[in-house]
């Protein structure tokens, strides 16, 4: 049965002969040449608590311990949690939010080493001012890429989708793929349904890269993760709703009426506002051509940026399909690496003000090859609606 269960685990996590030659090479072992793990290998890998078999419905010896890689012992049990139990539970919290941490950007190329783990470092640079955009290479491991990955498949993917928009309508009525506003599909990941070890290791380090406590993460949203293959792609968008006329609004993740509403609809943008206050977006594969994570409208002048919003529906800065290369700031995606930016300004009271335009933001196109990624977006409220409970996810 323990043979069962990590053998099962390896060609979930491995699923290219590339990743498993990569995977192995960094833990110090060989890998075989059909691009699977040995009987010895796997059983020396750290699992990280994985389950036995999907049938089985995630559920694992609960006597078998495994140590993770910083010594810390953990019950087998701490596994993955079936979907059923999942669905259709709602938990809110009261949750004091505290006014938000913002960190200065410098100004464009600066490198700031900020220590994320004990002893450990990594880069942060600049990529721009306004909003403020960082770029941290190696943020994630090989490893930890690939178990996100294989987490995601296990979920199930589905076709992405776009608040305030019916993404199979605009499908039907697109006569190109770049017609339409998001090409890709997404699967949702959270304690449930990665393992523990590296779930806690994940939120430990985001909570250094943010400056903001775990508390208020777990009153951020899952984790998305998202595939995009050839012609996939997502136009210029902002992460939260638009705060020009909506700011009066509360924060869905605040008001429970307002989550049984179908995203796609009028409805739910009439209902409540989403109050992402930043994005922390990885990259989890490269991509052969293609795929750039492209900022149309970063650091641009005032009186240009105005001009972008006049008559914008003969504008196409939005449409990253064909313009993706005049933007301001483009990044490559690389395996690993991490952007970090900012969706809000903050109000007088250090609480999420107004959405910053400037972080319209989109997925090139992919051209060649495939792409990963994975967000976590940041919740923050306003200084009105601090004490109010939130949902954890």
Not at 24 to 49: F, H, K, L
Request: hydrophobic letters at 35%; one cysteine or more; charged letters at 25%.
């Amino acid at each position: 049965m323990e043979f069962k269960m990590v053998l099962v685990f390896c060609l979930l996590l491995l699923t290219t002969l590339k990743t498993v030659v990569e995977a192995c090479e960094q833990q110090g072992i060989p890998s075989t040449n059909d691009g699977t793990c040995s009987r010895d290998t796997c059983i020396n890998r750290d699992v990280d608590n994985e389950p036995e078999d999907k049938h089985n419905n995630y559920k694992v010896d609960a006597d078998s311990k495994e140590t993770d890689k910083n010594n810390e012992d953990v019950s087998i049990e701490e596994g993955i949690v079936d979907e059923d139990e999942q669905e259709g539970v709602l938990e809110f919290r009261d949750y004091e939010f505290q006014p938000l941490a913002r960190i200065i950007p410098g100004k464009v190329g600066d490198v700031e080493e900020i220590e994320l783990e004990e002893g450990k470092f990594y880069k942060r640079i600049t990529r721009s001012v306004n909003p403020p955009i960082f770029e941290i290479p190696n943020y994630l491991s090989v490893m930890e890429c690939n178990m996100i990955i294989s987490a995601a498949l296990y979920a199930g993917l589905e076709t992405s989708a776009v608040v305030g928009h019916d993404i199979n309508e605009e499908r039907n009525q697109a006569s190109h793929l770049s017609e339409m506003s998001r090409v890709s599909e997404q699967t949702w990941l959270s304690s449930d349904t990665m393992p523990k070890t590296l779930w806690r290791r994940l939120v430990n380090r985001l909570s250094k890269l943010t400056q903001l406590p775990v508390e208020h993460l777990e009153v951020s949203e899952q984790m998305q993760v998202v595939s995009y293959v050839s012609g996939g792609h997502y136009h210029a968008h902002i992460d939260s709703t638009d705060t020009t006329d909506k700011l009066h609004l509360p924060c869905c993740a605040q008001t429970p009426e307002c989550l049984e509403v179908d995203i796609s609809t009028e409805g739910f943008e009439e209902c409540c506002r989403i109050c992402r206050y930043m994005t922390v977006l990885y990259y989890l594969s490269d991509v052969e051509e293609g795929g750039e994570t492209a900022f149309p409208l970063a650091d641009m002048p005032d009186d240009l940026f105005e001009e972008k919003f006049k008559d914008r529906e003969f504008q196409s800065w939005h449409d990253l399909s064909n313009f993706c290369y005049n933007a301001s700031v483009v990044v490559k995606p690389k395996r690993g690496t991490a952007i970090m930016w900012y969706n809000h300004l903050l109000d007088e009271n250090g609480y999420l003000g107004h959405v910053d335009m400037r972080s319209n933001h989109g997925g090139c196109d992919i051209i060649k090859g495939n792409k990963w990624i994975a967000n976590n977006w940041i919740a923050g409220t306003s200084f009105r609606d601090r004490n109010k409970p939130s949902m954890i996810y």
